[in-house]
């Protein structure tokens, strides 16, 4: 099907476009599409753009990343369909990142599409393709880890997660940073730094905010965060658009109420009897 860019969703097409087609090679699965639908209902809520709160956010999350001894970014199948490009960047502005392939619905051709994929995008290494580790308590795939990878890092970026995963990391001590629409969902309420952004935006965001700071010469700090504050903040921006949104309602043009008149005889061919 042919898009037209003067089509109001047009953007919106092209990245769903983009996941159909990356479903059809294997790369996204079924549960990845869902999972889309979710995201993009959260941020049209949201209001399509990256609040201020979420900027926040990102700003330390680059941050952490730099101050991190090994960082890693955990990448998804949808991740790779979404994102790949802004992988490679963020992999280029934050020295010794690495970048791991870890999923859910695992197979080894799976693995091998998504790990190809970054390297066509410009990642140097990808890690995760052959696990040689696990995290432990956890009974999904996502436990398959690569030792110099996830398993010693000890600051994770996990975009588009399972709230599983994010406790499991944070019980083995790793302080973990989500990226994720939904700020209600388990993976933003376990996260040390939940991200509500949309994806491309948050790893686009990060890396801009990495290169920045390396420029600046400062030292990058591991410095706290206010996790349950920069939620609150994207619920309230959720309330307050809905809010307005509700508000704006009764001056919406509404079709004029006919005036009724009763059937003429003919029209339908049947009479009224009179009591
Ligand atoms: O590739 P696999 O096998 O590892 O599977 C990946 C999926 C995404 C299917 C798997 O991780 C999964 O089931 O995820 P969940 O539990 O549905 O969580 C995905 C979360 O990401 C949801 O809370 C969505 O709101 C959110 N989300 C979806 N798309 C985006 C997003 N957040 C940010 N940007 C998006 N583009």
């Known amino acids: 099907m042919r898009l037209s860019p003067r089509h109001p969703r047009y953007r919106s097409l092209r ?8 479903h059809r090679t294997g790369v996204v699965v079924p549960e990845g599409l869902i999972a889309h639908g979710r995201g993009e209902a959260f941020d049209y809520l949201l209001g399509e ?5 979420a900027r926040r956010a990102e700003r330390a999350a680059a941050e952490w990343l730099l101050a991190a001894r090994r960082p890693v970014v955990s990448v998804n199948g949808n991740v790779a369909a979404l994102a790949a490009p802004e992988v490679a960047r963020l992999a280029a502005a934050v020295p010794g990142l690495a970048v791991e ?11 091998r599409a998504i790990a190809r994929r970054l390297e066509e995008a410009g990642v140097r290494r990808v890690l995760g393709v052959h696990p040689t580790a696990r995290i432990p308590g956890l009974p999904s795939d996502r436990a398959r880890v690569d030792r110099d990878g996830i398993y010693r890092s000890d600051v994770c970026l996990v975009p588009l ?7 499991a990391l944070r019980a083995v001590g790793k302080r973990v940073i989500s990226i994720d629409l939904n700020p209600l969902s388990r993976t933003s309420l376990t996260a040390d730094l939940p991200i509500v952004d949309e994806l491309s935006r948050a790893l686009g965001s990060i890396a801009r905010e990495a290169r920045r700071l390396r420029r600046s010469g400062r030292k990058a700090r591991l410095l706290p965060f206010d996790a349950d504050g920069a939620l ?14 509700a508000a704006r309602r009764p001056r919406r043009a509404r079709p004029r109420a006919r005036a009724w008149r009763p059937r003429s005889r003919g029209t ?4 009224r009897r009179r009591p």
């Open 49 to 53: 753009r990256t609040s201020p709160s």
């Open 161 to 167: 997660e399972d709230g599983d995963r994010a406790g």
């Open 232 to 245: 609150a903040s994207a619920l309230v921006t959720i309330d307050r658009r809905l809010m307005r949104a």
């Open 268 to 271: 339908t061919g049947r009479t």
């Open 15 to 22: 990245v769903r476009e983009r996941l159909a087609k990356a």
């Open 101 to 111: 392939v870890n999923l859910f619905h695992r197979t080894g051709p799976r693995a």
